[in-house]
């Protein structure tokens, strides 16, 4: 069962490489007995995982939980460069947490990260004396970054007042119906102009940033184990139990599963 996700973690990396494909380069596949990043630098890949197709561009990051299924391959005309990381995250109850990323997310391409990432492989490769201590340093770093790009970024630079309004209001009243249309009106400003500037402000859309705020209290019920997923699900806004699991994998990466007990 994976404890609900916070700062005070330690890593423990698996695996770490870079790779520059050739066109004849597929990825075989396979389970994952960890977490996997996979950080796309340069070219595109198409992927299956868990039977679903993505394609993935330049900048691009995968971010998946263990006993996923995947494999992938390059475009012969777009060879990719990726940097992949295997690895296990624990809490100070040493219990196995996720990042509060999505399986497939767009961060772009950042010199910085790829300066750590290279930094990491190098680390990794060449097995110098504290090079563990190192490469666990780097990889703290490279998350943060990843949280800074993807989910405080998301969270934290909205200066639009009208915006900041909505999203107050969406915080409180999440387990209600929800529309554009009635965010715009309390804004004063037409439901298209205002999809278009909360996607500028926060980086997705309304929806979406709707969906992933129920996900994010849903997680934190289910964490508690103090109530039946019915429940959850009802309580966190979502019309039934399949729109709730769909939405829940889509997000985390993961089914609210996760968070109940082994028999």
Known sequence: ????????????????????????????????????????????????????????????????????????????????????????????????????????????????????????????QYDQPGHTIKARGLFLQIIHRFLEIIVYKNQDDITDPRIAKSIRYLSAHFSERITVKMMADMANIHPTYFGILFKKKTGMSFNRYLIRTRVQKAEKMLASGNYRVTNIAEACGFTDISHFYKHFKIVRGYPPSYYMPKK
């Not at 960890?34 to 992927?47: H, V």
């Not at 990051?61 to 995947?70: G, Q």
């Open 1 to 124: 069962m994976l404890a609900i996700f916070d700062e005070n973690f330690i890593s423990d990396i698996k695996f770490v490489s870079f790779r520059k494909c050739t066109p004849e380069e597929e990825i075989p596949r396979q389970k994952l007995e960890s977490f996997n990043f996979t950080y796309i630098i340069k070219g595109s890949a198409q992927y299956t995982i868990n039977g679903d197709i993505i394609d993935l561009n330049e900048g691009g990051l995968l971010t998946l939980p263990k006993n996923t299924v995947f494999q992938g391959k390059t475009l012969p005309n777009q060879l990719m460069q990726y940097f992949t990381v295997d690895f296990l995250l624990l809490n100070s109850q040493n219990k196995e947490i996720a990042l509060p990323f999505p399986v497939v997310s767009q961060p772009g391409r950042h010199e910085d990260v790829i300066r750590l990432f290279h930094d990491l492989a190098f680390s990794w």
